[in-house]
């Protein structure tokens, strides 16, 4: 049998470069226009099931543009149930009336990827900077950087709205202190007016707010609830319409993605990643239809991907203790303690150069990871030693260490693992039975 002579080099045809030539030369049989009408940051023209929360908004909102200075506002709802969107929309609405608008400032934060009230703080006044010497700079005290924003606030003057996204994951993390020190800034500041809008996934999240950071935030609250089934297929109708070319969508995917999406808390952003992915997957089959077939290939995909997706947003020292939970219970092969885990963590910041929070902190990190579906914590008694937590690994440490060990922060520490090794968890084991 001959043998097929090896493709010169630099042949198209024999590497990646002929695959994306191949992929940008030709023209999507499915998608219409941009695929990013299908992600949840594309903010459309309309907004179905939402009209009422809007008008909300824009109420509490309208005021600046006479010049007063609106309430604090605080939206409520679960992931996926359109707070962000809706928030998005009422701003460039605002932002359309120019000739009211120019003394109104929006800064916009995800408190997710924000680490400490310091990086808060300075991210806030960076916002504001006009030029790289108005910045400031890593290294300054807290009370400097905190005196150079409302020197920054007062320069900019006006309304400042600021945005803080996911702002229950900031609390959890650092306390409310830093939202008592923005809600009572405008005492501080001459020539600006600061309202604050928080956007939360944590339906009981005032209830871990001090009184008085309450008394000031809880002006005005607005709730969202879930997206129903039938209100998910209009607004994945809505968005196909915009994405895909006409009849390309076979009956029963929208359904389906929604049907799926509405058994997880009714998340919109969910149903529309198994729209966006089910459509990716027929492309590349080469496909000239979606088919439902498709959403449940999509649906596999994507839990799988989420978990990892998960871990590699963590703030940097939530990324090293859940390193260090993972490698913990690797090593145990069951549940871990808090003392034992803290110390681990300890260990593991010190040799990546990091300085260690405090154990508080790291609580509170806990109690995130456990929020976000990753451990499991449950109070145990140790008799006259008290009461402790003990932490239980619910997702395949097979893949969540690798995927961990490739972020840059964790790399000097990773190692590769033996071949064949195979790492049990109560994720990868749900019926609790032993290793063997």
């Known amino acids: 049998m001959p043998v097929p002579a090896p493709s010169a080099p630099g042949n198209p ?175 501080e500041l001459d020539n600006a007016r600061l309202s604050i809008i928080g956007i939360s996934n944590d339906l009981k999240f005032t209830n871990h707010l001090d009184a008085r950071v309450r008394s000031r935030l809880n002006e005005e609250k607005i709730l969202f609830p879930p997206y129903d089934a039938t209100q998910l297929q209009d607004i994945l109708r809505d968005r196909a319409h915009e994405a895909f070319r006409d009849g390309v969508v076979d009956p029963g995917v929208v359904e389906r993605c929604a049907a799926y999406a509405a058994l997880e808390n009714g998340d919109a952003r969910r149903a529309l990643a198994l729209l966006r992915l089910a459509a990716e997957m027929a492309e590349r089959d080469h496909a000239k239809r979606i088919t439902p077939d498709h959403v449940v290939k999509a649906k596999n995909r994507l839990e799988q991907d989420i978990i990892i997706d998960c871990c590699r947003t963590l703030p940097p020292h939530c990324k090293v203790l859940l390193y260090a939970i993972l490698q913990s219970f690797e090593r145990r092969r069951n549940g871990v303690l808090t003392g034992e885990v803290y110390d681990s963590y300890r260990r593991l910041a010190e040799r990546l150069g990091l300085q260690p929070l405090h154990a508080r902190s790291i609580s509170n990190y806990v109690s995130e990871l456990e929020s976000l579906g990753l451990i499991r914590a449950t109070i145990v008694s140790r008799g006259r030693g008290g009461r402790t937590r003990e932490i239980i690994v619910d997702v395949p440490i097979s893949e969540t260490m690798p995927a961990l060990e490739e972020d840059p922060l964790i790399a000097p520490v990773g190692r590769p693992k033996p071949r064949g090794q195979m790492l049990l968890t109560n994720f990868d084991n749900p019926a609790g039975a032993g290793p063997f």
């Open 13 to 187: 045809s024999s590497s990646t470069e002929g695959i994306l030539d191949t992929i940008l030369s030709s023209k999507s049989e499915l998608f219409r226009g941009s695929r990013e009408v299908l992600r949840d940051s594309y903010v459309p023209s309309r907004l179905p099931h939402r009209e009422q929360q809007i008008r909300q908004v824009a109420e509490i909102l309208a005021p600046s543009l006479r010049g007063d200075l609106p309430s604090n506002l605080l939206i409520y709802g679960k992931i996926g149930t359109g707070k962000t969107a809706v928030v998005a929309q009422v701003r460039q609405d605002l932002q359309r009336r120019t000739e009211l608008s120019s003394h109104i400032s929006f800064v916009t934060l995800n408190c997710g990827n924000i680490d400490t009230p310091y990086s808060l703080l300075q991210t806030i006044a960076n916002s504001f900077a006009k030029n790289e010497a108005d910045r400031i700079p890593t290294g300054w005290s807290l009370d400097r950087v905190q005196s150079g924003m409302r020197r920054l606030m007062d320069a900019k003057g006006g309304i400042l709205l600021l945005v803080l996204d996911e702002v229950d994951r900031l609390v959890a993390r650092s306390g409310d202190n830093i939202l008592y020190t923005l809600s009572q800034i405008n005492t």
